[in-house]
């Protein structure tokens, strides 16, 4: 598996999409990496935006909520690389939101080799200094554990096999994003 097959999924910043937070006694980090696995369901509060939508983020990127319609293309497609916790969501008036599931990614690659990314000029902003991006997120190939999810060991970044986007995609999943990793790009 290399950067043209695999892809990056991630929240759409669809607006007013909710986001969520919960206090850290959870471990949200080991969470999301499939270090630990909550068994009892963890409680997430309304941080900003009011619409629940098929992927919630928390408010920073350790935390991902999954709607049941995300988690069931996962579990009728046997993908491998994942897991869900219970979770408990409460919105913006404080009711609970019912149909929602923590995701854990347990698959993995190897580090991002980021002299693999070229920067280029995407503009200008208003001040007059140019734009940067770097483009592609490459990671050794042989690194990738086999899993339909996976993530780098250190990071953030979700990746999915083209099987995975596909299902996802052919769902019409609302604040999901889907873009070939070696087309991700990020600011310098």
């Known amino acids: 598996m290399d950067a043209t097959h695999a892809f990056v999924f991630r929240e759409a910043l669809e607006e007013d999409a909710l986001r969520v ?9 080991d969470v999301l990496i499939g270090r630990s696995a909550p068994s009892e369901p963890v409680m997430f509060t309304h941080h900003m935006g009011r619409i629940p939508k098929d992927l919630i983020p928390g408010s920073d990127s350790w935390i991902q909520l999954i709607s ?19 979770v408990e969501v409460y919105g913006a008036n404080g009711k609970l939101i019912g149909g929602y599931h923590g995701l854990s990614i347990t698959g993995r690659c190897g580090k991002i080799d980021d002299s693999k990314s070229p920067i280029i000029e995407d503009g200008f902003y208003p001040t007059g200094i140019p734009r940067k991006k770097k483009v592609g997120l490459f990671f050794p190939p042989e690194s990738w554990d086999g899993s339909d999810l996976f993530m780098v060991s250190d990071g953030y970044i979700m990746f999915c096999t083209e099987r995975v986007a596909e299902a996802l995609l052919s769902v019409n999943l609302t604040n999901v994003q889907i873009t070939r ?6 600011p310098v």
Request: aromatic fraction near 18%; hydrophobic fraction near 25%; proline fraction near 3%.
């Open 181 to 186: 990793a070696s087309e991700y790009w990020r």
């Open 68 to 86: 049941d319609k995300f988690r069931d293309v996962l579990c009728a497609n046997s993908f491998s690389g994942w897991r869900s916790y219970p």
């Open 21 to 29: 937070r919960t206090d850290d006694s959870v471990g949200r980090k």
